[in-house]
T-cell receptor, first 115, second 115 residues
Framework: AQSVAQPEDQVNVAEGNPLTVKCTYS??????LFWYVQYPNRGLQFLLK??????LVKGSYGFEAEFNKSQTSFHLKKPSALVSDSALYFC?????????????FGKGTTLSVSS | ETGVTQTPRHLVMGMTNKKSLKCEQH?????MYWYKQSAKKPLELMFV???????ENNSVPSRFSPECPNSSHLFLHLHTLQPEDSALYLC??????????????FGPGTRLTVL
């Protein structure tokens, strides 16, 4: 069965510092990985995805994520955090070519960036 | 968020009421989804429609009834709900094809409160 783990409920960083939000996954086949962000009382906004190819994926708002197959991880990173990055972040996985199935989401990590 | 719209944004209903949530996608996608987001749980998939046919139903109680009249519209009919059904209900859409699954785009959600 597919699963996603976000081991940290909350990550605190100071503005200007690098940030990392962790995600590990478990699938039986090739993974299809996503990061989404959710601001209060809003829907989820797509940040980036990994299908195949380069292990470093660049997305919206300066975020990037590194796919590591041996560690089954897909950590979200940003070199310099902004206060406006404070939000709830979700990692999600889906097995490649599993048409008609939906994403499996992690429980979410709250990112708090202090000024 | 204008690609996927949801109405109403907020809904308060009693346990004996009948109401419906509406979702419309303007992206030309062929798959639509209902998710439930509760305060203390990860996002839960409720229903998946691909090419207007229900593909997946994750053992959702019968008091929730989906309807997908065409590829652009998705409804969630609610009746005799329980207070524990209070949550944010999110709609999403994606384009499914032979090349594999594509990104899901989410609406802003309907905040449901059951009294």
């Amino acid at each position: 069965a597919q699963s996603v783990a976000q081991p940290e409920d909350q990550v605190n960083v100071a503005e200007g510092n690098p940030l990392t939000v962790k995600c590990t996954y478990s699938v039986s086949g090739n993974p299809y990985l996503f990061w989404y962000v959710q601001y209060p009382n809003r829907g989820l906004q797509f940040l980036l995805k990994y299908i195949t190819g380069d292990n470093l994926v660049k997305g919206s708002y300066g975020f990037e994520a590194e796919f590591n197959k041996s560690q089954t991880s897909f950590h979200l990173k940003k070199p310099s955090a902004l206060v406006s990055d404070s939000a709830l972040y979700f990692c999600a996985v889906r097995e490649f070519n599993q048409a008609g199935t939906a994403l499996i989401f992690g429980k979410g990590t709250t990112l708090s960036v202090s000024s | 968020e204008t690609g996927v719209t949801q109405t109403p944004r907020h809904l308060v209903m009693g346990m004996t009421n009948k109401k419906s949530l509406k979702c419309e996608q303007h992206l030309g996608h062929n798959a639509m989804y209902w998710y439930k987001q509760s305060a203390k749980k990860p996002l839960e998939l409720m229903f998946v429609y691909s090419l207007e046919e229900r593909v997946e139903n994750n053992s959702v109680p019968s008091r929730f009834s989906p309807e997908c009249p065409n590829s652009s519209h998705l409804f969630l009919h609610l009746h005799t709900l329980q207070p524990e059904d209070s949550a944010l209900y999110l709609c999403a859409s994606s384009q499914e094809g032979t090349g594999g699954p594509d990104t899901q785009y989410f609406g802003p959600g309907t905040r449901l409160t059951v009294l």
